[in-house]
C-alpha cells in the first residue's frame, strides 16, 4: 500500500512513542512530544484513515491508538530510522567476543547472555547445519555371515557407525550392492528424500530379502535428524514477564516452553543468508505460541557447513532497529570470530583492526 508522507511520518511517530511508553497513543501526545507540524484534528484525521488501513487499531472507545502486524511491517520496511550503536556497545560486543578459545557451546552460552543484556529481551543462540544435513558416503564391512558394520560419512567428514545383525546370510556380494546402491541414491539428499518408494527400489535393486535395506535406511534417516536437533541456549528469559504484554503468566510461560524444547528452534524464522537479519512480526510467525510476538534473528557461517543463529523474542512492540543493529553486528563479529584467519585479540571495528568498514562506512551496516 502506497502512503503519504504525512501518513508515514504519523504512523512512526505513533510506533515510536507506543514502543517507549506501552500505551496507547493520542494525538495530544503527538502534537506536545513529536514535533509534528500539523494540528491536533489533521493528526486525529490522519490517524483514523491508518486505522481502516489496518495499520492502526484502538483498543478500546476513547483510547488512543497502538500498531497493528501490519503496521509494525510498514515501519520495519519504510520507516523505522537507522540506528547506530554507540561506541560503549560496540566496546562491550568486542570485550565480549574476544572467547576464540572457549568450546562453541560457551561461545553460544556468552553470545545469549551478550544479546540478553544489551536488548532487554529473551535471546536464544543455536548452531544449525547449512542448508540440510546430507551424507556424503557409505561404506559397508562384513563381520561374519549375519553380521556387518556401516560406516557413514555425513558434511563436515564426521564418521558414524553402526553394527547391524541380521537374522539371514548376508553375502559380501549383497554388501557390495549395497554399498553401490546407497552411495548412488541415498547420499547428498535430506532425510525428506529419504522415502518409502526409494527404500522400496533400493530393496528390489539389491534383491535383498532379509530387510537389510531398510535397516541401514532407518540408520541413515535417524542419523539426519540427529544433526537437526540442537539445544538453544537461552538467556533472559525472564526479561518477558518485564514487559506488559506479558503479564498473563500463561501467555509468556508458553513462549518461554516453546524456545526451550529442543525441536522447536529448527521451526524458528531465519535469515536467508550469513549477515542478513530477519523480522518476523506477530502472525507472520508459524508457531500459534509466537503469534504475538516478534521474532528478530541474524545469522553468521561457522565452517564445516555449520551456521550460527542469534536471535530474540520479545513483544511486537520493539525497537526493531536498534535490535537489529544490535544482532547485525554481534553476528558479524562472531562469524569473524569463527572465520579461519579471524583474530581474537583484533576484532571487526577495533582499532588497528581488520575489517573497520563494518563501523563506518559498511552501506549494509548503516542501512539496518
Not at 344 to 364: A, K, M, S, V
Amino acid at each position: 500500500m502506497e502512503l503519504d508522507g504525512r501518513k508515514k511520518e504519523i504512523l512512526r511517530a505513533v510506533i515510536d512513542n507506543y514502543v517507549t511508553t506501552a500505551e496507547p497513543v493520542g494525538s495530544k501526545a503527538l502534537v506536545s512530544g513529536d514535533g509534528l507540524r500539523v494540528s491536533a484534528a489533521t493528526i486525529r484525521s490522519e490517524m483514523a484513515e491508518l486505522e481502516s488501513l489496518g495499520l492502526l487499531e484502538q483498543p478500546h472507545t476513547s483510547a488512543g491508538r497502538v500498531p497493528t502486524p501490519a503496521g509494525y511491517r510498514v515501519y520495519v520496511n519504510e520507516l523505522m530510522r537507522e540506528h547506530k550503536l554507540s561506541v560503549d556497545e560496540m566496546e562491550t560486543v568486542n570485550r565480549a567476543m574476544r572467547k576464540r578459545i572457549l568450546e562453541l557451546d560457551e561461545l553460544l552460552d556468552d553470545t545469549g547472555r551478550l544479546v540478553s543484556r544489551l536488548t532487554s529481551y529473551p535471546a536464544y543462540a543455536l548452531t544449525a547445519p547449512r542448508g540440510g544435513a546430507t551424507i556424503s558416503r557409505y561404506d559397508f564391512i562384513g563381520v561374519d555371515q549375519n553380521t556387518f558394520i556401516v560406516l557413514v560419512m555425513l558434511g563436515g567428514d564426521t564418521v558414524k557407525n553402526k553394527l547391524i545383525h541380521s537374522p539371514s546370510h548376508v553375502s559380501p556380494e549383497l554388501l557390495t550392492r549395497m554399498s553401490a546402491l546407497f552411495n548412488a541414491s541415498f547420499t547428498g539428499i535430506t532425510e525428506d528424500a529419504m522415502t518409502a518408494t526409494l527404500i522400496a527400489a533400493t530393496e528390489r535393486a539389491a534383491a535383498d530379502s532379509a530387510g537389510v535395506v531398510a535397516v541401514v535406511a532407518g540408520f541413515s534417516i535417524e542419523l539426519l535428524m540427529d544433526v537437526k536437533r540442537t539445544q538453544p541456549h537461552l538467556s533472559g528469559t525472564l526479561n518477558l514477564f518485564d514487559y506488559p504484554e506479558y503479564r498473563d503468566v500463561g501467555k509468556a510461560r508458553r513462549v518461554i516452553r516453546y524456545l526451550s524444547e529442543e525441536h522447536n528452534p529448527v521451526r524458528l524464522p531465519a535469515p536467508a543468508r550469513g549477515g542478513d537479519v530477519k523480522i518476523t512480526i506477530g502472525p507472520e510467525n508459524l508457531a500459534e505460541e509466537l503469534r504475538d510476538s516478534s521474532v528478530v534473528v541474524a545469522r553468521c557461517d561457522a565452517g564445516a557447513d555449520i551456521q550460527v543463529m542469534v536471535g530474540v523474542v520479545g513483544p511486537t512492540r520493539m525497537d526493531y532497529s536498534k535490535v537489529a543493529s544490535r544482532l547485525e553486528y554481534i553476528t558479524r563479529a562472531l562469524g569473524w570470530l569463527l572465520s579461519p584467519g579471524g583474530d581474537g585479540n583484533l576484532l571487526p571495528g577495533e582499532p588497528g583492526g581488520e575489517q573497520t568498514d563494518i563501523l563506518e562506512g559498511d552501506e549494509d551496516f548503516e542501512r539496518n
